[in-house]
């Protein structure tokens, strides 16, 4: 089948010969002025950019959201106003611990990061399928990730060092319970509910601030894989979600999820009966309810994918006018890393590539960097301020102000009650689903190899509810925790 296209060299000149290269006679050395050659086999050796250093794995997909309630009262974030309003988005779901090429049938927590192409530039929700996280202090992130990466002597995965610290980090045990219970191993991309987990800020055109918290729920249910299965699976089939997620949408089955918000008044947050900005606590849905905001749908997928999913750059920190961040220790501490991240992994311009370009126009006065793309800016005035008419601040777009108070000082967070709210999830599973879960920790932790590191973590699951945690002890053959 003929195009009738010439095969060119990326700078454009047609290659002559593509299948043999050039010798010195038909038995002799390759020669360097096989400047063909070089390019290809030099490009190919720079193929690929480093991976994600943590949700390496994931698959993507474009789509639109759309505008079904009207917040206008609490955001002037122009992607949630307007009843019908429609804004393209991309999403990548993803697994955490994987490298790139791991199994998609683990139990971890899915990334579920959406870029909201708005009007007034991206808005990002970098969240997962669940609504807490394992620390609250992004100080810790660095040393939580180590323990689920690869141990540096044996390159295997290291129950021990991985118990070790969540023993030693109690905060971790209600997103632990998640982890390890039946939603560990969602079935399918599709059907997993999505959390922005952190508080947000929603600030409306009079300025005024709510609290918010992101809740997608996904319209095709909540289904999960039993562990055996998603271990048969991970051999068999590595990429059975990612595979799912395509095949859905190419045959126009197209997931969807509705997008709720909890709202949480300003001074609520000062006598709330736990701290709203603590990343591994829930709001409780009795105090602040659930409120519609709109519809995303899922219905392109990429055409290329390192184009588009590889080289997507999600950020907590690429907000809009109407949602501003709240002083939740994780999230301030992604506003710094994910940006850098970026700059590392794609380069200084990488919101200049297609899939993270902005859809409506972008001013400003940064110039040159590796990879530049465009004009660079052409003729035009390129520092601020100017007598030029050069694009110019709007001060209607600033962050709210906000009150601060107290000592600059490294301090936690002042609760420490980590327990509660992974009781309550325990005391909330039917008979069966514990003894799912109670099954799933005991297998985890049997490889553990300090036995201290055991008895100290049933500890914790004993104060979250003393059945949970003699349950575990049981199945470990370990003595029962006692009460402290
Ligand atoms: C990816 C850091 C906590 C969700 C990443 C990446 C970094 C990172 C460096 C790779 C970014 C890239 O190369 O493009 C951190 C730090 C955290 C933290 C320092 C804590 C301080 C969280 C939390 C969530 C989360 C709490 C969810 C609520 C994600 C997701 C991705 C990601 C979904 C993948 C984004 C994509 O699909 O490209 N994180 N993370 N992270 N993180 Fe975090």
């Known amino acids: 089948m003929s195009t009738n296209k010439k095969l060119t060299t990326s700078w454009g000149a047609p290659v002559g010969d593509n299948q043999n290269s050039m010798t010195a ?18 490009h190919f050796n720079r193929e690929r950019v480093p991976e994600r250093v943590v949700h390496a794995k994931g698959a993507g997909a474009h789509g639109y959201f759309e505008v079904t309630n009207d917040v206008s009262q609490y955001t ?14 991309f999403i990548r779901f ?27 530039g991206n808005y990002d929700i970098v969240g997962n399928n669940t609504p807490v996280f394992f620390i ?11 323990t689920q990466k690869r141990d540096p002597q044996t390159h295997l995965k290291n129950p021990t060092a991985i118990w070790d610290f969540w023993s030693l980090s109690p905060e971790s045990l209600h997103q632990v319970t998640i982890l390890m219970s039946d939603r560990g191993i969602p079935a399918t991309f ?10 947000f800020k929603w600030v409306n055109e009079e300025g005024e601030g709510v609290w918010i918290k992101y809740h997608f729920r996904t319209e095709q249910g909540v289904k999960n ?45 000062n006598t709330y009966r736990f701290d709203p900005f603590d990343v591994t606590k829930v709001w409780s849905q009795k105090d602040y309810p659930l409120i519609e905001v709109g519809r ?7 055409e290329n994918y390192f184009a588009e999913v590889e080289q997507a750059t999600f950020s907590p920190g690429t907000l809009v006018p109407g949602v501003d961040v709240s002083p939740d220790k994780m999230l301030q501490g992604r506003l710094f890393a994910y940006a850098d991240a970026h700059r590392y992994r794609v380069g200084a311009n990488h919101n200049q590539l297609p899939i993270n370009r902005p859809k409506n126009e972008v001013n400003n006065y940064q110039r040159d960097g590796q990879m530049r793309f465009g004009n660079n800016g052409g003729g035009s005035v390129y520092y601020e301020p100017n007598s030029f008419d050069g694009p110019a601040e709007s001060p209607e777009d600033k962050q709210a102000a906000y009150a601060v ?10 609760q420490f009650d980590h327990y509660t709210q992974a009781g309550d999830l325990y005391r909330l599973l039917s008979e069966e689903e514990r003894t799912r879960l109670v099954a799933n920790i005991v297998e985890a932790m049997k490889p553990v190899k300090v036995e201290e590191i055991k008895l100290r973590q049933i500890q914790h699951f004993y104060k979250a509810d003393p059945e949970y945690g003699n349950r575990i002890a049981e199945g470990l053959g370990l003595p029962l925790p006692q009460e402290v």
Not at 190 to 199: F, I, P, Q, V
């Open 225 to 269: 894989l039993a562990p055996d299965l998603a271990a048969k699976l991970a051999g068999e089939n590595p990429d059975y979600h990612t595979e799912d997620l395509f095949n859905a949408i190419e045959k126009g089955d197209f997931p969807e999820w509705k997008l709720y918000v909890q709202i949480m008044p300003l001074e609520d947050a």
């Open 25 to 42: 006679g038909s038995r002799g050395p390759t020669l360097i002025q096989d400047v063909h050659l070089l390019e290809k086999l030099a």
């Open 136 to 146: 609250r202090d992004a100080i810790k992130f660095p040393d939580f990730i180590h």
């Open 190 to 199: 599709r059907h997993m509910h999505g959390y922005g987990s952190h508080t």
């Open 296 to 302: 995303m749908v899922l219905d392109r997928n990429p």
């Open 405 to 414: 108070s107290g000592y600059a000082d490294a301090v936690a967070y002042d």
């Open 94 to 120: 993803s697994t955490v611990a994987g490298e790139n090429g791991s199994a998609d049938t683990v139990r971890d927590p899915r990334g579920f990061a959406v870029k909201f192409y708005t009007e007034d």
């Open 76 to 89: 002037k974030a122009k992607v949630f106003n307007g009843v019908g309003k429609r804004t393209p988005l």
